[in-house]
């Protein structure tokens, strides 16, 4: 077993030839909500990327579940990445998304119709994803993420078009994974997120 979830060590990240990380440090134990800050630019999603198994370290290590992060189907069955907006299967809806999600999933954290309640997206379940709002589009990712189980989260700006009432009802659905025992990674520029979380900065500890 492992007292870290996350263990990262002396990490450097080089890319195009300009360093982005520099001997980074970092330890997060199970059922933590570690929120990323700084910046633009001072490499949050590369950290994120690294924790992911999806950018290799320039030098030093990073170990999930005790581990060198492989992107393989082991570890994204414990891992939910939220990034970049995924690619929607075309002709299915918002709440076909997510039965796909509920189906794959044997123990899924809520049911499909939870879901669409707790994420706000009743009214528009029926809709394609490309048929959303900027903001209904990023809700229905973290529905998709948050109902499927997994042990670690990874979210980059989770409140990528979120309105100010939902970022905070986010907050609270974090909170409640970790009280579950999942834990919790996010880059965010986020004050209120942010708040509520350990922080860390690309560059170093910062104060919480
Ligand atoms: N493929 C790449 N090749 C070269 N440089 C890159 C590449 N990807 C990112 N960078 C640079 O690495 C640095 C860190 O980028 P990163 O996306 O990790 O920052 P960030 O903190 O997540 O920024 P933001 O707050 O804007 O999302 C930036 O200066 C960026 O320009």
Known sequence: ?????????????????????????????????????????SGKSTLLRCLAGLQPATSGTVQVFGETPADDAAFWRRVALLSDEPAWYPGLTAREHLELMGAVYAEARMTVDTALETFDLVERADAPPLNLSTGQRQRLSLASALLRPSTLLLLDEPERGLDTGFRASL??????????????VMATHDLGLAARARQVSPSGAVAA
């Open 1 to 41: 077993m492992y007292d870290s979830i996350i263990s990262v060590a002396g990490l450097t990240v080089e890319l195009g030839g300009n360093p982005v990380l520099q001997g980074m440090e970092l330890a997060v134990a199970p059922g933590e909500i570690v929120a990323v800050v700084g910046p633009n630019g």
């Open 171 to 184: 907050a609270d659905l974090l909170d409640e994974y970790a009280d579950e025992g999942g834990t919790v």
